[in-house]
């Protein structure tokens, strides 16, 4: 890339061949007032705040739109200009309801503080007002059309970042209306609920319900930690106040999901509406019922110490989900394993990512010129990935193939479809990249090759050799996924996955017991387990079944690490304390272990 | 061939059709049939002959004879006069507008004796359904000379030479514009015409493709040659329906006679043309809306750079023209640059074609020169204005466009000379106004127009226009005050540097150019409350002079809120001004002028 040279008002500054004007004046630190401009998606020049004047340009230029050119000359900053912006602000101000004491985004939202910033302090024209629709359909987000200024940030967002196409402008002129498939409630439209659209909107138009009305966002705090929802562990900012978390947003810095989130990270972590379990529960007469901490630990040695006693350390088993942290698991380990010796303990989900690969990340994918998606509905699991294989193809004219029968509207994406249930998978994979075949041949065409691949096809590591052979040295990059956000942490630690618990396992233990697949397991088993404990954050039908509960935070209040899907290591922060009766995972065992 | 006799040229331009010159041309052929005369006239339907007003028009070779306003029923006796007994038929010959006398031949005719046809030189001449009638006018020699004997780079600098710059509006150079298509980068290219005219007062890319379609099909193909691109695309409104059959039709005939398609003239050079129908949009004739609408997409304008000819259809460098642009082609390649640069003035070369309206004694199209001036137009082309009344001003460019007072009456009629009396050529649509006009309603007829048009994409010309449109209609209702003409000014600049596209940047014309002219005008409306016009309703009012009111009632019978009433004891009416909803139809029904408007 080769350096160019502008002066911009009256100071040299240097930018790229490529850059717009904007974004020269980004890298030097010089303010240009923007609202439609968000970056990462394409500029479409249409609010006009960032108009600057260029010697011997026509007229005035938005700088978002405008290639930077060697030598040019240009002007960000004069009168002319400065009253333009603010007769731009004026008609928006004109335009529909911004009677901001009553909106949900006063303080927090761009508009205004544009009008601030540039003396807007009166509107001369009537305001035109039409009578505008809310949409509140959605159990998340609501649309107040009456707020939105057009500016189509939600709309570029959900097509070229999130893949969904959900949104959309109808009618023209001043009717000119915000609309989710060309007029359907959101709720009923195509919209996956990710929630981008929200955290892109510079008005109180989209706004989140949770948190509506629940505080600015400088009376909130805001801390940085990774969704454990699944094994890419998004990275989040959780805002809270008073001791709630109000909502999950994306981290617009992460260079991975750069603020993306799906349903599940975003919304349904927050959302739920189960009981949680607020102090220590003990078996007493065939009733769960409150103990206190020291009550409780006592019954849970008791119940484990009777088991060793009676069949020796095989019929103790400990198994966590491994969603659990790393912290959570060496505690776990340095109890059941170090002190107990038990040869039963292990973590449900724990996946170690396939030798001999470099991980792709997700820039990696979105930058990718050819995708390899085998036995793994992204779409389902995880669906950040989804959004960045569907910028991929369709940003970038990346081309795809889908091997297996999940991914629906990734397999409208792609060139090549090869439906396969999941045990057949791999060898449609192997039949696919045969050699000599067309498929083959494209891997080894590629620059950047990814493999994006689920268990059915690492659990058969030829067939992911056969097919990568032919990719060009450091290629390809495969984003092996796993079941659970700490899989590869488990796997790590040396705790195997299958740990069903064994014949004639007398007591179990049971960490981080809100993951249904917990269920699915000891439900069967129930019997058999004389003691059953289980440390958990809400009630559930395996907490009924227990002997000993043991309340455990929930990931919003709660530090550790994980290691994500690409081998990475990502942080939990609390933001909140948990509830007075909760203890940490990982103190509680360690507590046990002293 | 039979040799015929005569030939009867039907005007079956959409003027023409709707007035009715079908059961027109059905009357003609049965006549010419019944008298024995079908092996010796023929009846030819053409394109637009240019004077709507007077349609169905016939004209009669070899002797140019013109006769209008021909109904059926004139059929056998115009037969018998002009074929039978060799006279002319003077019933349906025009009457001078000057003088009274008849005009016999078109040659006579100032409407078009004062023209100069090069983009309309085939409309009302040849059958635009037939590709032979093209070919026999030399149709299709340029693009095989082209094709077979010059290169490129000749047909650009010819186009230089000729000066020709784009009609649909903008003006730029169109020898400059294929040359950067030609040059800019990459494998694929494409060759766009314009036919969206959204201008509501012109019509003349609708009677090229309606009457010489081939001319613009020629042309595209000679564009592709020069700028390397093999595929064309004609942008049409669906409002066009007669249009697009033509054009359709012309196309098929030009690929089955080997003029489209693979390998034209034997040469490695291929080109075809598709169609595709637009809406209708006024914002689709913008180029950047026009080709996200040929993609597919909302037709919505997008921010230029990059231009079309870098990165138009699909990203690819794109070539856009206007029909009358393209028109223009065909002849500067057989005579050469230099011939059409020979008329016009310096600057403005060659012919435009303005559609002519409004308080107007000939409407239609006319084509002259560029430079030829406003008085020409209007008194030696047009008749002047009728009725009596006085020329007050010429709108010209539609509603992007300004207007002319009758100081400016001797400006010559080309883009810099209206530049500067901040006007616009445009596409060429040329409205006249009377006394009878309010400046101020025109304006405000225009801004909504605007307002209607508008995409919506940018604020200042999505609400601008709108409260644009609103101090107006203050101004109207003489609800406004001085503050509010400042405002208006003030936010019509705005308008004006910060909109997206050229329909936000242009719209504020009309209402700066009323104001530069008739200032005076907008200040009676809101110091006065006056509407000097008497145009705007809430300004003026109905009144009965007693003296000359003979008690008919024909008024008090026809006056839908039932506010005039029968003076006591007398044979008079009176108006309730109180309830007088402005409506005029007692002004226009009494018949003793005893309603008066003041
Ligand atoms: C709002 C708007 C409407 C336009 N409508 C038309 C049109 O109907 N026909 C046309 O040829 N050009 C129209 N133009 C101009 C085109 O954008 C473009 O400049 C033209 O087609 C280029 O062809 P030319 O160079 O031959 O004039 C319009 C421009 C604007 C801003
Ligand atoms: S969207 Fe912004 S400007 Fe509009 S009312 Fe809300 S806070 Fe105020
Ligand atoms: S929530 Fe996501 S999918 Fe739904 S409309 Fe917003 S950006 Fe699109
Ligand atoms: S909803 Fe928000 S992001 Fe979307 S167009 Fe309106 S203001 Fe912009
Ligand atoms: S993709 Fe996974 S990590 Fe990312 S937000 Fe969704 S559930 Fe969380
Ligand atoms: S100026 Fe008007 S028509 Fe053009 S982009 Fe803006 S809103 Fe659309």
């Given at each position: 890339m080769s350096e160019i040279s502008l002066t911009i008002n009256g100071k040299q500054v240097k930018g790229e061949r490529g850059d717009t004007i904007l974004k020269v004046c980004e890298r030097s630190d010089i303010y240009v007032p923007t609202l439609c401009h968000y970056g990462g998606v394409h500029e479409v020049g249409t609010c006009r705040m960032c108009v600057v004047e260029v010697q011997g340009g026509r007229a005035l230029t938005t700088a978002c739109t405008t290639p930077a050119e060697d030598g040019m000359i240009v002007k960000t900053e004069s009168d002319a200009i400065q009253s333009l912006r603010r007769a731009t602000l004026e008609l928006l101000f004109s335009e529909r309801n911004h009677y901001c004491m009553f909106c949900e985004a006063s303080g927090d939202c761009e508009l205004q503080a544009l009008a601030y910033r540039h003396g807007m302090d009166s509107v001369r024209y009537p305001n035109l007002y039409p009578k505008m629709e809310l949409d509140t359909s959605h159990p998340y987000l609501a649309l107040d059309q009456n707020r939105c200024v057009l500016c189509r940030r939600c709309v570029r967002v959900c097509a070229e970042l999130v893949g969904a196409h959900s949104l959309g402008m109808r009618e023209r002129g001043i009717e000119t209306l915000l609309a989710a498939d060309g007029g359907e409630p959101l709720s009923a439209s195509s919209c996956v609920s990710c929630?981008?659209?929200?955290?892109?909107?510079?008005?109180?138009?989209?706004?989140d319900r949770r948190s509506a009305y629940r505080g600015r966002e400088k009376d909130c705090t805001t801390v940085k930690s990774s969704c454990p929802e699944c094994a890419l562990g998004c990275a989040v900012e959780l805002v809270a106040r008073s001791g709630q978390v109000l909502r999950v947003e994306g981290d617009v810095e992460s260079p991975e999901n750069g603020?993306?989130?799906?349903?599940?990270?975003?919304?349904?972590?927050?959302?739920?509406?189960?009981?949680?379990?607020?102090?220590?529960?003990?078996?007493?007469?065939?009733?769960?019922?409150?103990?206190?901490w020291d009550e409780a630990l006592a019954a849970l040695r008791a119940g484990i110490e009777a088991a060793a006693a009676a069949g020796g350390a095989g019929a103790v088993a400990a198994v966590a989900s491994a969603r659990a942290s790393n912290e959570a698991l060496a505690a776990l380990r340095g109890y059941?394993?170090?002190?107990?010796?038990?040869?039963?303990?292990?973590?449900?989900?724990?996946?170690?990512?396939?030798?001999?690969?470099?991980?792709?990340?997700?820039?990696?994918?979105?930058?990718?010129?050819?995708?390899?998606?085998?036995?793994?509905?992204?779409?389902?699991?995880?669906?950040?990935?989804?959004?960045?294989?569907?910028?991929?193809?369709?940003?970038?004219?990346?081309?795809?193939?889908?091997?297996?029968?999940?991914?629906?509207?990734?397999?409208?994406?792609?060139?090549?479809?090869?439906?396969?249930?999941?045990?057949?998978?791999?060898?449609?994979?192997?039949?696919?990249?045969?050699?000599?075949s067309e498929s083959l041949k494209r891997i080894a065409c590629a620059e950047r090759a990814v493999f994006v691949v689920g268990a059915p096809v690492t659990a058969v590591p030829q067939a992911l050799a056969a097919a990568a052979q032919s990719a060009r040295d450091g290629w390809p990059r495969v984003l092996a996924l796993a079941p659970k956000g700490n899989s590869r942490g488990a796997a790590q630690a040396g705790l195997n996955g299958g740990a069903s618990v064994a014949k004639g396992v007398k007591a179990a233990f049971i960490m981080a017991g809100d993951d249904t697949e917990m269920l699915d397991r000891f439900l069967p088993q129930r019997d058999e387990i004389g003691f059953l404990a289980v440390q958990a954050s809400y009630r559930s039908p395996l907490v009924e079944m227990a002997d000993v509960v043991l309340p455990a935070p929930v990931w919003t209040e709660k530090a550790g690490t994980m290691v994500n899907a690409q081998g990475r290591e990502v942080s939990l922060r609390p933001a909140v304390a948990p509830p007075a009766g909760v203890r940490d995972e990982a103190d509680v065992l360690a507590a046990l272990s002293q | 061939m039979p040799a015929y006799r005569s030939t009867v040229l039907l005007c079956a331009g959409g003027g023409c059709i709707s007035c009715g010159c079908l059961p027109v041309r059905e009357a003609m052929e049965a006549e010419l049939k019944r008298r024995n005369l079908a092996d010796e006239v023929r009846v030819v339907q053409t394109g637009c002959v240019g004077s709507c007003d007077l349609g169905p028009v016939l004209i009669v070779y070899p002797d140019e004879v013109f006769y209008q306003k021909v109904s059926p029923g004139d059929v056998p006796k115009l037969v018998d006069e002009h074929f039978l007994k060799g006279r002319v038929f003077e019933r349906l010959l025009v009457k001078s507008a000057e003088t009274d006398n008849l005009i016999a031949t078109q040659r006579e005719f100032a409407f078009f004796n004062k023209q100069v046809k090069i983009v309309l030189e085939n409309c009302g001449v040849i059958d635009p359904e037939n590709i032979e009638e093209y070919v026999a006018r030399g149709g299709y020699l340029a693009l095989g000379q082209v094709i077979s004997e010059r290169t490129p780079e000749w047909v650009i600098e010819e186009l230089k030479k000729s000066g020709l710059r784009g009609r649909g509006g903008a003006g730029f150079p169109a020898g400059t514009k294929w040359d950067f298509v030609r040059k800019a980068p990459g494998e694929r290219k494409y060759v766009v015409c314009n036919a969206d005219e959204g201008d509501p007062g012109a019509f003349m890319d609708r009677s090229v493709l309606e009457g010489d379609p081939h001319r613009v099909l020629e042309a595209m193909a000679i564009a592709g040659f020069a700028?390397?691109?093999?595929?064309?695309?004609?942008?049409?409104?669906?409002?066009?329906?007669?249009?697009?059959?033509?054009?359709?039709?012309?196309?098929?005939?030009?690929?089955?006679?080997?003029?489209?398609?693979?390998?034209?003239?034997?040469?490695?050079?291929?080109?075809?043309?598709?169609?595709?129908?637009?809406?209708?949009?006024?914002?689709?004739?913008?180029?950047?809306a026009l080709l996200a609408s040929i993609e597919g997409k909302r037709g919505i304008p997008r921010p230029r750079p990059p231009f079309p000819a870098v990165s138009g259809l699909w990203g690819k460098p794109t070539l856009i023209n206007n029909v009358e642009t393209y028109a223009c082609i065909v002849p500067i390649i057989t005579r050469g640059g230099d011939w059409y640069a020979s008329?016009?003035?310096?600057?403005?070369?060659?012919?435009?074609?303005?559609?002519?309206?409004?308080?107007?004694?000939?409407?239609?199209?006319?084509?002259?020169?560029?430079?030829?001036?406003?008085?020409?137009?209007?008194?030696?082309?047009?008749?002047?204005?009728?009725n009596g009344r006085k020329f007050k001003a010429a709108q010209t460019g539609g509603p992007s466009g300004g207007c002319i007072p009758a100081e400016h009456l001797d400006i010559p009629m080309d883009y810099e000379s209206l530049a500067k009396v901040g006007s616009i050529v445009g596409s060429g649509g040329l409205i006249i106004m009377d006394e009878d006009s309010c400046m101020v309603d025109v304006a405000k007829f225009f801004m909504e127009f605007c307002t209607d048009e508008s995409c919506g994409k940018c604020p200042p010309c999505r609400v601008g226009t709108r409260q644009i449109y609103g101090l107006l209609d203050k101004i109207t209702k003489g609800e406004a005050r001085i503050e509010d003409?400042?405002?208006?000014?003030?936010?019509?600049?705005?308008?004006?540097?910060?909109?997206?596209?050229?329909?936000?940047?242009?719209?504020?014309?009309?209402?700066?150019?009323?104001?530069?002219?008739?200032?005076?005008?907008?200040l009676e409306h809101i110091v006065d409350r006056r509407c000097p016009a008497k145009v705007c309703p809430s300004l003026i009012r109905y009144s009965i002079d007693e003296a000359a009111c003979t008690g008919c009632s024909l008024c008090a019978r026809n006056c839908p809120e039932n506010t005039i009433f029968k003076v006591e004891d007398q044979k008079k009416y009176r108006i309730d001004p109180a309830r007088c909803v402005k409506c005029g139809v007692c002004f226009d029904v009494c018949r003793f002028g005893a309603v008066v408007k003041s």
């Open positions: 929630g981008a659209c929200v955290q892109v909107c510079p008005t109180g138009a989209l706004f603020g993306l989130l799906c349903r599940r990270g975003r919304y349904e972590s927050l959302n739920g509406h189960r009981e949680r379990v607020l102090q220590p529960l003990v078996r007493k007469g065939g009733e769960l019922a409150s103990a206190s059941f394993q170090q002190k107990l010796d038990s040869p039963n303990v292990g973590a449900i989900g724990a996946a170690a990512s396939p030798d001999g690969y470099p991980a792709a990340t997700l820039q990696d994918i979105r930058q990718a010129d050819l995708i390899i998606l085998a036995g793994e509905d992204a779409g389902a699991n995880h669906q950040v990935v989804e959004f960045a294989v569907s910028q991929a193809v369709e940003q970038h004219g990346a081309a795809l193939i889908v091997v297996g029968s999940a991914a629906r509207r990734l397999q409208k994406q792609a060139c090549v479809v090869v439906p396969a249930g999941s045990d057949e998978v791999a060898r449609a994979l192997a039949t696919l990249t045969a050699a000599g | 700028a390397s691109a093999d595929q064309g695309y004609i942008y049409v409104r669906a409002e066009y329906p007669l249009a697009i059959r033509r054009t359709r039709r012309a196309i098929q005939q030009a690929r089955e006679a080997g003029f489209l398609g693979r390998n034209l003239f034997e040469s490695s050079f291929s080109f075809d043309i598709d169609i595709r129908v637009g809406a209708g949009a006024f914002v689709c004739g913008e180029e950047t008329i016009g003035t310096e600057k403005s070369k060659g012919t435009k074609v303005f559609a002519l309206a409004g308080k107007i004694r000939n409407t239609g199209l006319v084509e002259v020169p560029m430079g030829t001036t406003l008085r020409e137009i209007v008194y030696d082309i047009g008749g002047g204005v009728p003409l400042h405002l208006l000014e003030e936010l019509c600049g705005m308008v004006k540097e910060s909109s997206l596209c050229g329909l936000g940047q242009t719209a504020p014309n009309p209402v700066l150019s009323t104001l530069r002219y008739f200032r005076d005008e907008y």
